[in-house]
């Protein structure tokens, strides 16, 4: 069965501090694709990043980076020198490689303390 | 270019009405998903169109529940004699060829 597990509910950092959000995954596919999602307060779900099993090297995209390994089922998120503005719940996601179906964690709430 | 769009972005209604959400896609997008929402968790998956063409629902769609994409483009999410239990946010996404999904802002459904 795919599963996706967010062990983090909730995270409080004070600004400019680091923060890793865990994503850890489940599938029998061994091809699937791996995404992190943003939903700040207003609602409306903000696409990060889509990665493909098969490419297992790290992405940095500016404060952003992720660390994909495979042998841990793990699809980790980093943000370097938060900021308030990254205050917002962060959903990890999991998709079949026909892309029919998502599946989505239960979300971390992060909150950036200024 | 415009992303997901909903209609209405808020909706109440009392226990036993039937209301129609619509989701407008993003233009080139050829899959729309159906997503519910509830507090603290997130999306679950109720339905996706590849095209004109209802491919896969959930078991979560109960039979109150019905959606339509007639022409390819927009698609409509109808919820029959409604229950206090499909409160919720209604989310729609759109994607190209099953790649990454835009999300559109949602439709809060309040049931009294």
Known sequence: ?114 | DTGVSQDPRHKITKRGQNVTFRCDPISEHNRLYWYRQTLGQGPEFLTYFQNEAQLEKSRLLSDRFSAERPKGSFSTLEIQRTEQGDSAMYLCASSHRGREQFFGPGTRLTVL
């Open chain 1, 1 to 114: 069965a795919q599963k996706v597990t967010q062990a983090q509910t909730e995270i409080s950092v004070v600004e400019k501090e680091d923060v890793t959000l865990d994503c850890v995954y489940e599938t029998r596919d061994t091809t699937y694709y791996l995404f992190w999602y943003k939903q700040p307060p207003s609602g409306e779900l903000v696409f990060l990043i889509r990665r493909n099993s098969f490419d297992e090297q790290n992405e940095i995209s500016g404060r952003y980076s992720w660390n994909f390994q495979k042998s841990t089922s793990s699809f980790n998120f980093t943000i370097t020198a938060s900021q308030v503005v990254d205050s917002a719940v962060y959903f990890c996601a999991l998709s079949d490689p026909t892309g029919n179906q998502f599946y989505f964690g239960t979300g971390t709430s992060l909150t950036v303390i200024p």
